[in-house]
Nanobody, 122 residues
């Protein structure tokens, strides 16, 4: 079992920045990758990005590429999502997820955090 706890959501003005954190506990040694997803009201869940747990290799969705950065603090078992140049269309509930098996980082995550709201005002 892996437990994930997110923090850092909130309200920010357009053009601003925000950093989300996702602290993992439990069987963290079995994690293959950590992903970030978001879901806006009435829309499907969207892949934001992911980081390989052992190599720190990162992937990003097209809509956030160049604006968002994912990093990991191995000592704290924590993954960060730094978001810059935020726009109202970035408003969503952001969730982190842990993937325990090798494969595409776009799907098949095994554990999910509770989600944190990010609201970008215009």
């Amino acid at each position: 079992q892996v437990q994930l706890e997110e923090s850092g959501g909130g309200l920010v003005q357009a053009g601003g920045s925000l950093t989300l954190s996702c602290a993992a506990s439990g069987r963290t040694f079995s994690i293959d990758a950590m992903g970030w997803f978001r879901q806006a009201p009435g829309k499907e869940r969207e892949f934001v990005g992911a980081i390989a747990w052992k190599t720190d290799l990162t992937w990003y969705g097209d809509s956030v590429k160049g604006r968002f950065t994912i990093s990991r603090d191995s000592a704290k078992n924590t993954v960060y999502l730094q978001m810059h140049s935020l726009q109202p269309e970035d408003t969503a509930v952001y969730s982190c997820a842990a993937k325990m098996s090798v494969g595409t980082v776009l799907s098949q995550y095994d554990y999910w955090g509770q989600g944190t709201q990010v609201t970008v005002s215009s």
